[in-house]
């Protein structure tokens, strides 16, 4: 178990939907990345951020957001979905926003647009 | 852009030695990482190194790094039925102020043949 906690395990919905997923970091952690795991992508970041701030953006549609809570929850908001949406999402946590420090991933959650 | 690469799939003999091997493209690297991932399941850090290693050794899992060439292999040793799974290479380095993301391979399939 790495602590990391991800909400739902799975989400099937249909194409023009909007979906909010949410994460839970490790307990003192205070950065949190989304992640996107497809077959023909493999896994590519998407956001990062730090103590409730925006970090770093990675290869994130415009059709989705994300935000980190003062309770450092982290919830990752998905729009306008279609077909090539569906993968696996994940999150990951790490104590800080220095170099050397592991990030812990949670089991993911399964997105399945029809 | 940054790129790691890695082969596909690996077969190995329940007891033998595996090797999975990684090459990645970006000089400014600094800490390179290996993650386990069985099917339904999220990420597992295994270990990691940081760039000025050589290698590091955590029970039945050694990493050799070879800064020069930009190669870093994971070496499992005794493998058991238990390591098949897909094993990612990840590396981090510092795109901007505060921000590590990981750049992952495309993950090696391990099978163990009993």
């Known amino acids: 178990d790495s602590g990391v906690t991800q909400t739902p395990k799975h989400l099937i919905t249909a194409t023009g939907q909007r979906v909010t997923l949410r994460c839970s970091p490790r307990s003192g952690d205070l950065s949190v990345y989304w992640y996107q795991q497809s077959l023909d992508q493999g896994l590519q970041f998407l956001i990062q951020?730090?103590?409730?701030?925006?970090?770093a953006k990675g290869n994130i549609l415009e059709r989705f957001s994300a935000q980190q809570f003062p309770d450092l929850h982290s919830e990752l908001n998905l729009s306008s979905l279609e077909l090539g949406d569906s993968a696996l999402y994940f999150c990951?946590?790490?104590?800080?926003?220095?170099?050397?420090?592991?990030?812990?991933f949670g089991d993911g959650t399964r997105l399945s647009i029809l | 852009g940054e790129d790691v690469e890695q082969s596909l799939f690996l077969s190995v003999r329940e007891g033998d030695s595996s090797v999975i091997n990684c090459t990645y493209t970006d000089s400014s690297s600094t800490y390179l990482y290996w993650y386990k991932q069985e099917p339904g399941a999220g990420l597992q850090l295994l270990t990691y190194i940081f760039s000025n290693m050589d290698m590091k050794q955590d029970q039945r899992l050694t990493v050799l790094l070879n800064k020069k060439d930009k190669h870093l292999s994971l070496r499992i040793a005794d493998t058991q039925t238990g390591d098949s799974a897909i094993y990612f290479c990840a590396e981090s380095s510092p795109r901007r102020a505060g921000s590590y993301q990981l750049t992952f391979g495309k993950g090696t399939k391990l099978s163990v043949i009993p």
């Open positions: 951020y730090y103590n409730g701030e925006e970090r």
């Open positions: 990951a946590s790490s104590s800080g926003q220095g170099d050397g420090q592991p990030q812990h």
